[in-house]
């Protein structure tokens, strides 16, 4: 084996040119491979955290909407907080009611959280621009939207009126900004005493919202809680929420897998025919070599070698080009505030996987340059000169 990798790497030296455009070969394909799964892998990561990031992945309310959860710390301590797959949990309830400033109203929807877990889940502190987060009953957070769209004021009472249930003074503490309009001018942001005291309900909440560990086993959690808490919860996941999501998700998964198998049959057909052409330009030193004693065995092995060698040396470059494209990605296709439009993401594993993929693929293509020099002849070689 140390004989043929010396000869090989001996080949490979000999005919610079050829080898260099050979490994350039592997490397752009390998990068390739590097950039397509990289940016699709961070895009995919974008989209999930960006639909899913700051909302409830797994949610369980009552199977009745007109019933409330009221056990639900007994609830929470003996089915979800020993369970490792679950990472956050916050309690809501809601209601829907009008908004009313002197002639104005508007429909608005009152959640009241556990704000400690609700913050964790929402992220309520970093959406905050201005004001504060509610300490006290009867305080709330409105979105920029309503704000501005109504002439609201930090610090001014307003009235809250749910139909058919009673009505409430709010002071306005906060204003906050998800960038979602359904949620910027329709949320009022509260905790659960106050919308509890509206509704005169106690100590009961119309959700429990979790966000899980592993976004894409939300189903899986939510089989298994379902079936421990009965028929009297329904609980629901945002993977049925989003199908649609879900499908695009998947169509580049399968496109960026497409892409990397074309990639990588191009790189060994490539190898293969260029190797092919070597065994015959190398034909007289093999012969030579098989006169002096040498197998067609270890005649094989040289080819085998230099197609390790390609790949290796194929798999560096690869990575390394992949990586400055994707950094460079980023630094070129921006959004008008300055953010990369795709995070960049680099997933050790993936890299690992792309180069050892190049390193088998050139050791496969090999194969067939091996075989050859294997039946090269002695006899015929000294023949044909």
């Keep these: 084996m140390k004989l043929a990798l010396q000869i ?8 610079k040119g050829q080898t260099i455009m050979i490994v350039l070969g592997i490397s752009i394909g390998v990068s390739v491979q590097v950039f397509i799964g990289s940016l699709i892998q961070g895009l995919q990561i974008s ?32 089915y979800i907080m020993d369970d490792e797959d679950i990472d956050i949990v916050s309690y809501a309830i809601d209601q829907p009611a009008t908004l009313v400033d002197q002639d104005q109203t508007s429909p608005v929807l009152l959640r009241g959280f556990s704000l400690e877990g609700a913050n964790d889940l929402y992220g309520f502190d970093e959406k905050l621009i201005e004001g504060r987060m509610p300490e006290a009953k009867d305080e709330v957070l409105v979105g920029d939207l ?52 509206l509704l ?18 939300a189903d899986i959690i939510m089989e298994d809680l379902q079936n421990d808490l009965g028929q009297d919860y329904y609980v629901s996941n945002w993977k049925d929420q989003n ?23 191009s790189v060994v057909l490539g190898i293969a025919s260029v190797l092919a052409i070597t065994v015959l330009q190398k034909s007289k030193q093999l012969g030579i070599l098989k006169a002096m004693g040498i197998k067609d065995k270890e ?31 980023t630094q070129f296709a921006v959004n008008p505030d300055g953010t990369p439009v795709v995070d960049l993401y680099i997933d050790p594993q993936f890299i690992l996987l792309s180069a050892g993929i190049a390193i088998l693929a050139a050791s496969l293509a090999s194969l067939i340059p091996a075989r050859r020099s294997s039946k090269i002849s002695v006899i015929e070689v000294i023949k044909n000169g």
């Design 8 to 15: 090989a790497w001996r080949f490979l030296t000999s005919a």
């Design 47 to 78: 989209l999930v955290d960006a639909t899913i990031g700051n909302s409830s992945q797994v949610t369980i309310t009552r199977a009745n909407e007109e019933n409330y959860i009221e056990s639900y710390d007994e609830l929470t301590s003996t």
């Design 146 to 197: 309503l704000l501005e769209d109504m002439q609201l004021s930090i610090g001014d009472t307003y009235e809250i009126n749910a139909l058919n249930i009673g009505q409430i003074e709010v002071e306005i503490v906060g204003v906050y900004d998800f960038g979602v309009t359904a949620i910027d001018e329709s949320w009022l942001v509260t905790n659960l005493v106050t919308v509890q005291g």
């Design 200 to 217: 005169g309900i106690g100590d009961a909440i119309s959700s429990i919202e979790m966000q899980v560990k592993e976004p894409f086993d």
């Design 243 to 265: 199908a649609d999501l879900l499908s695009g998700l998947n169509g580049q998964s399968v496109s960026s897998v497409m892409i990397q198998v074309f990639v990588t049959l």
């Design 299 to 329: 005649a094989s092995l040289i080819f085998l070698s230099e197609g390790f060698i390609l790949g290796i040396f194929g798999a560096i470059g690869g990575v390394s080009l992949g990586l400055g494209l994707s950094l460079a990605f």
